[in-house]
Nanobody, 120 residues
Framework: QVQLVESGGGLVQPGGSLRLSCAAS????????MGWYRQAPGKQRELVAA???????NFADSVKGRFTISRDNAKNTVYLQMNSLKPEDTAVYYC??????????????WGQGTQVTVSS
């Protein structure tokens, strides 16, 4: 059984910052890609940022230069540092990870989501 637990969402004013964390736990052998997606009301879920186990990153054009993604492989944790937040960043943010379990199964897992609201 593998779980992803997110933390760090909340309400912030435009121009502010937030840091999201997502910790994976359970019968984990290795984690390949970890990333963050978001879904605003009435919109499709979209990729925000992703990072491989080797540190290669990928960002949505809308967040380049404002968001950074990092991970601590020893803690099976991924972070999303969000700076210069805009109202259009308001969404539920979901952690995602491709995880190889100790019994050999490889699956794609999601966290429960954390709300980020950017508003004055």
């Amino acid at each position: 059984q593998v779980q992803l637990v997110e933390s760090g969402g909340g309400l912030v004013q435009p121009g502010g910052s937030l840091r999201l964390s997502c910790a994976a736990s359970g019968s984990i052998f290795s984690i390949n890609v970890m990333g963050w997606y978001r879904q605003a009301p009435g919109k499709q879920r979209e990729l925000v940022a992703a990072i491989t186990s080797g540190g290669i990153t990928n960002f949505a054009d809308s967040v380049k230069g404002r968001f950074t993604i990092s991970r601590d492989n020893a803690k099976n944790t991924v972070y999303l540092q969000m700076n210069s937040l805009k109202p259009e960043d308001t969404a539920v943010y979901y952690c995602n990870a491709e995880i190889a379990e100790t019994l050999g199964y490889v699956g794609n897992y999601w966290g429960q989501g954390t709300q980020v609201t950017v508003s004055s």
